[in-house]
């Protein structure tokens, strides 16, 4: 929030769909050295939202990557931290995001390629519900489902932000459909993303399905449609942080 406030922009309520579910893989499943973010013994972790940048940036800045005071340059003209993030200046993002449809197929690529290396490691990719009208989407399940890939794990942040546009209904069924090991969790119940995220399905790549709810945590935005992209007032800054506590 204070972010945003400084640097004028940033999808706030997007970030806060995905700040459990991102929380969680960092901080108990998602194996990594934030000395040296490059490191082949690593987990990969693709943020195909790429809008929610802030929620990985405030992640990474906690698990050590780079210090938190620096987060309050988001957005300034000679920041490394944009609107959507950067592999080539974000330590710990291993994708540059924001066109949607893009991290999951790059994901896919990630998974195949550390198999065919005998590298253990695994890749968890996450997608949002309106990201999921994205022909490129499917084409990377099919994909994945093809080369079994049990050691992909897709996330899906089914906050319903794309209802309006487009009912998507049953995601996890459609991902069924294609071969794809399914989980349906509370994407803000931390035991439930635990288990979801630590359980893989031989032959299979994984979906976990996450019920979320768009700015979780503060009444101001939550229902909002106002919120998807704006920064707050003063006086905004002020009450949200209230909500927060």
């Known amino acids: 929030m204070q972010a945003a406030f400084v ?3 940033g999808h706030i309520a997007s970030a806060f769909s995905i700040l459990d579910l991102l929380w969680v893989l960092y901080d108990r499943v ?3 050295y934030p000395n040296e973010p490059t490191h082949e013994d690593r987990d990969r972790f693709v943020l195909s939202k790429g809008h929610g940048s802030l929620a990985i940036y405030a992640i990474l800045a ?4 780079f210090s938190l005071a620096e987060l309050q340059t988001f957005a300034n003209y000679d ?4 609107g959507h993030p950067d592999r080539r200046k974000v330590p710990g993002v291993e994708a540059s995001t924001g066109s949607l449809g893009h991290g999951l197929p790059m994901a896919v690529g990630m998974a195949l390629g550390l198999r065919i290396k005998k590298n253990p490691r695994r890749v968890f990719a996450l997608i949002g519900d309106g990201e999921c009208n994205e022909g490129s989407i499917w084409e990377a399940a099919a ?3 093809h080369h079994k890939l049990m050691n992909l794990t897709c996330i899906v942040d089914y906050n319903h932000s794309t209802d309006r546009a487009l009912f998507l209904d049953d995601i996890a069924a459609k991902f069924a459909a294609f071969q794809w090991s399914i989980q349906r969790i509370n994407g803000h119940d931390h035991a439930d993303i635990f288990r979801a995220l630590t359980q893989t399905a031989p032959g299979h790549p994984t979906v976990i399905v996450a019920e979320t709810i768009k700015g979780y945590g503060s009444k101001t935005m939550v229902g909002n449609p106002a919120w998807h992209h704006r920064s707050p007032s003063t006086a905004e800054l002020e009450q949200i942080l209230q909500e927060l506590v």
């Open 79 to 82: 920041s490394r931290f944009g």
């Open 30 to 32: 998602l194996h990594f």
């Open 62 to 65: 906690e698990k050590g990557f």
């Open 143 to 145: 994909l994945a489902a």
């Open 7 to 9: 640097g004028g922009e």
